[in-house]
């Protein structure tokens, strides 16, 4: 099991903007493909995959975020960030970072190492 580590959330105003980071070392150190996507589980609704990115950089995003939010990875920080803007109320979640083998998928059921969380909550 791959120790997985949120950090960043916090509680903004409606069209603000949060940074999210996610450390988990495989996603840098393996030779092989290897992917890391967030999630977000909001209060009374069960988990929604939000956006991914391979360790050969390529992105993708939910329909809910595309547009206002930028994946990226830090390979120096050996970090994924997910840069949030324009943040509604029904973005109010836990996010959760998580990591998988091979290429992004949003089926979260092929995602092996989750980490705890970390919450954002937007008002209106």
């Known amino acids: 099991e791959v120790p997985v580590l949120e950090s960043g959330g916090d509680s903004v105003q409606s069209g603000g903007s949060v940074r999210l980071s996610c450390a988990a070392s495989d996603f840098f150190s393996s030779g092989s493909i290897m992917t890391m996507s967030w999630a977000r589980q909001a209060p009374g609704k069960g988990l929604q995959w939000v956006s991914g990115?391979?360790?050969?950089?390529?992105?993708f995003y939910a329909d809910s975020v595309r547009g206002r939010c930028t994946i990226s990875s830090d390979n120096v920080k050996n970090t994924v960030n997910l840069q949030m803007n324009t943040l509604k109320p029904e973005d109010t979640a836990v996010y959760h970072c998580?990591?998988?083998?091979?290429?992004?998928?949003?089926?979260?059921?092929?995602?092996?190492?989750w980490g705890q969380g970390t919450q954002v909550v937007v008002s209106s």
């Open positions: 998580a990591v998988k083998k091979g290429r992004v998928s949003s089926m979260l059921s092929e995602y092996d190492d």
């Open positions: 990115i391979s360790s050969d950089g390529a992105t």
